[in-house]
């Protein structure tokens, strides 16, 4: 599920579930986690995460664990894992990236964009919501107005309007993004951990007031959400009803 190769400096992670649209469960999970951990003990200075085929990563498998809490836990703590990571992380959306996807490509230091790639957070049409930290680090990538449309509105950003607004750094394809981490791999890498430290504090990670986390939990302790599996299940719109 999970491929990862070596060029010099460089390790490229990728995610091979093109079936599933690269979904990540439980398995892609650990091998992103155990991944990056191997390519950051053997001396890589910079590492690609991308997607196979046409998809960066569609989310959270919704046909498996993504309202287990011990997956949510999991997620968090491998996002975490890539995020304090001592090398910078480059994340080549080659197309889609939605919900869990656009948390790692968040999650990464820097993104590539393909043309045609989009990336979104639909956690209200299925009844789910995101933890703080996907909100705040949104808001510090894209801003308030923006963020706000691709959480409230469920809006996809477009790579074109990504890359207008600073979210992509570049827009390009794997090979453009390998090539630019070739060139970060030379750069002095103490000076790159302590800009990724510097930026990382941003507040995300910032405690969550408590009214906060309860409203969080009643959306996934909620009817709606369970209104949300059935509906994807026999393939109609949900109704919700706000309990």
Request: hydrophobic share 45%.
């Amino acid at each position: 599920m999970i491929g990862s190769s070596r060029d010099g400096l460089v390790t490229t992670i990728e995610i091979q579930r093109e079936d599933k649209r690269n979904a990540v469960d439980h398995d892609v999970l650990d091998g992103l986690a155990a991944a990056v951990a191997e390519a950051v003990d053997t001396g890589t200075r910079a590492i690609v995460l991308t997607g196979q085929g046409a998809t960066f990563c569609a989310g959270a498998d919704l046909s498996g664990p993504v309202y287990d809490p011990d997956f949510l836990a999991k997620l968090v703590a491998t996002l975490q894992q890539i995020e304090s990571s001592p090398v910078p992380v480059i994340a080549a959306l080659n197309g889609s990236a939605l919900g869990a996807g656009l948390q790692l490509a968040m999650v990464a230091d820097l993104r590539v964009m393909a043309p045609g790639a989009t990336v979104g957070i639909p956690a209200a049409k299925i009844g789910v919501a995101v933890d703080e930290w996907t909100i705040r680090r949104l808001i510090s990538l894209v801003g308030g107005g923006t963020a706000r449309g691709i959480l409230i509105g469920c809006d996809p950003l477009t790579a074109d309007r990504a890359h207008a607004i600073g979210f992509a750094n570049r827009i390009g394809d794997l090979a453009e993004a390998q090539a630019w981490a070739a060139s970060i791999a030379e750069l002095a890498p103490l000076t790159l951990a302590h800009y990724k430290l510097v930026f990382a504090g941003d507040g995300a990670r910032d405690e969550v007031p408590a009214d906060r986390m309860t409203a969080m939990m009643r959306a996934w302790d909620s009817d709606d959400l369970v209104e949300g599996r059935t509906a994807r299940t026999e393939k109609r719109a949900p109704r919700f009803t706000g309990r």
